[in-house]
């Protein structure tokens, strides 16, 4: 008996060192203080980090993770400055507007006078 057990526990022991660099989702999950369900939608959606599928098992490679939190980081939005708002001054105009005279266009349209 003590060699089937000794034998069980070296196949785990390899199986591990195998996924040693990988995160199962709960995993994944606790990491970064969301649910499993979060970490679906973002891959259902393609934002969360690239993840590796056997058979129904989902891994994900700790390297992918990181470069995917390095290409998410976004610098701090800088103070935005106070505006000053500046009152726009009347354009000069160089031609004289001219007055229209509707009341001479009004008389000549067959009006009642």
């Known amino acids: 008996m003590p060699e089937i057990q000794s034998s069980e526990s070296q196949e785990s022991d390899r199986l591990s060192s195998i996924l040693a660099g990988y995160l199962t989702p709960k995993e994944l999950a606790g990491a970064f203080g969301v649910t499993e369900r979060t970490i679906a939608r973002w891959h259902r959606h393609r934002q969360g980090p690239p993840r590796v599928t056997i058979g129904r098992k989902v891994y994900y ?3 992918s ?4 939190l390095t290409e998410c980081e976004r610098p701090e939005p800088r103070a935005r400055a106070t505006r000053v708002l500046r ?3 009347p354009v000069q105009s ?7 005279h509707l009341s001479a266009v009004a008389g000549s349209g067959g009006g009642n006078d």
């Open 61 to 63: 490679r700790r390297e």
């Open 65 to 68: 993770v990181n470069a995917w």
């Open 87 to 89: 009152v726009r001054q």
């Open 94 to 100: 160089s031609v004289p507007l001219e007055r229209n």
